[in-house]
């Protein structure tokens, strides 16, 4: 593509420099644009993702939205120098701040965001970036990517919220391991670990997480919204509180669906037969 063209393409969407947005089929791309560093996260990537979330949030345009890496990374983490050395050394308000930016988009936005949110791992991923990776609903990878908690190697613990954010998806065994020897895995090992739904060629890589995007398209937005946030919540609740707490929400996403897709999906089933809800989604304009 050339620079008019790339231009063209970002014109008029939120980000900056450092974070790209295009919205093409409903899908926004969610491009962290510092290749030459690798994608490491700095101040610019944090608050620029802070706006893209709250702008996107917004934007009717943009149905689902799928974070990825430009160039040969996904992410290699936070900036040892612009988001570890110069912060630590300097105002610790500021510090606290942008601290408080970095967790607001890496996770406790992006675990709750209204939109349904695919990580797309391109290539190294270590560290930090393992947050913004599980704190998407769903991840995609190429199979030549690598991944590493690389921390042990620099001396730190995977702090942020990395190891919560591991102990939530990975074994014991597998989350230890990788955070006590930082050794590195590739996108197979990490779709057999289950820390991506699924690893493809690198030539598929695009082409899959858009049909991915499109499948969560065909359902309903306010249900899909509705049981992602059950999901977060219910995790950390006892048997009882969760039974509770989920005939509650239940009946609130029901109450708020604009488009009362529960009607709709009962009639189409047992009324006029014309889908089964087993094998997919119900027609939402039928
Ligand atoms: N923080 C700051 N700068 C980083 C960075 C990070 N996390 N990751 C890469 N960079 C910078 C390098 O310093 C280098 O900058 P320079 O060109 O000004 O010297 C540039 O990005 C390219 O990195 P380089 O190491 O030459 O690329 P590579 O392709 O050979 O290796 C990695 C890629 C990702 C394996 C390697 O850069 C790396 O190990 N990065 C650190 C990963 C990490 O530990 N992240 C955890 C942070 S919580």
């Not at 393409?9 to 790209?20: C, I, R, S, Y």
């Not at 090992?189 to 899959?208: C, D, M, W, Y």
């Not at 969560?216 to 950390?236: D, F, G, I």
């Not at 109450?255 to 014309?274: C, I, V, Y």
């Amino acid at each position: 593509m050339t620079a008019d063209a790339d231009a063209k393409k970002h014109a008029g969407m939120p980000g900056g420099t450092n974070v790209l947005v295009s919205i093409d089929d409903h899908i926004a791309w969610v491009t962290l644009n510092r290749p030459d560093k690798r994608n490491a996260i700095n101040p610019g990537i944090v608050f620029e993702m802070v706006q893209v979330l709250d702008a996107l949030e917004m934007d009717d345009r943009a149905k689902v939205l799928v974070i990825t890496g430009a160039g040969e990374a996904f992410s290699a983490g936070q900036d040892l120098k612009e988001y570890f050395r110069e912060p630590d050394a300097g105002d610790p308000m500021l510090r606290e701040r942008l601290y408080r930016a970095n967790a607001a988009w890496q996770w406790r936005r992006l675990m709750y965001y209204p939109k349904p949110t695919i990580a797309m791992v391109n290539g190294w991923c270590f560290g930090g970036a393992f947050q913004v990776l599980i704190g998407c609903d769903l991840a995609v990878a190429s199979n030549d990517a690598k991944f590493g908690l690389s921390e042990i190697n620099w001396g730190i613990i995977p702090a942020g919220i990395v190891t919560k954010s591991v102990a939530m998806v990975l074994s014991q065994r597998a989350a230890l391991y990788y955070i006590m020897t930082g050794d590195t895995f590739d996108g197979q090992t990490a779709a057999n670990l289950g820390l991506v739904n699924f690893s493809v060629p690198a030539s598929e890589l695009k082409e899959r997480t858009r049909a991915l995007a499109k499948k969560l398209m065909e359902k309903n937005p306010h249900v899909l919204r509705a049981a992602k946030t059950a999901y977060h919540h219910v995790r950390e609740m006892s048997w009882d509180t969760a039974a509770e707490y989920l005939a509650s929400k239940s009946d609130q996403a029901k109450f708020r669906d604009p488009e009362k897709g529960d009607q709709k999906g009962m009639a189409q089933f047992l009324d006029a037969k014309s889908f089964r809800p087993g094998l997919g989604a119900y027609k939402r304009n039928g």
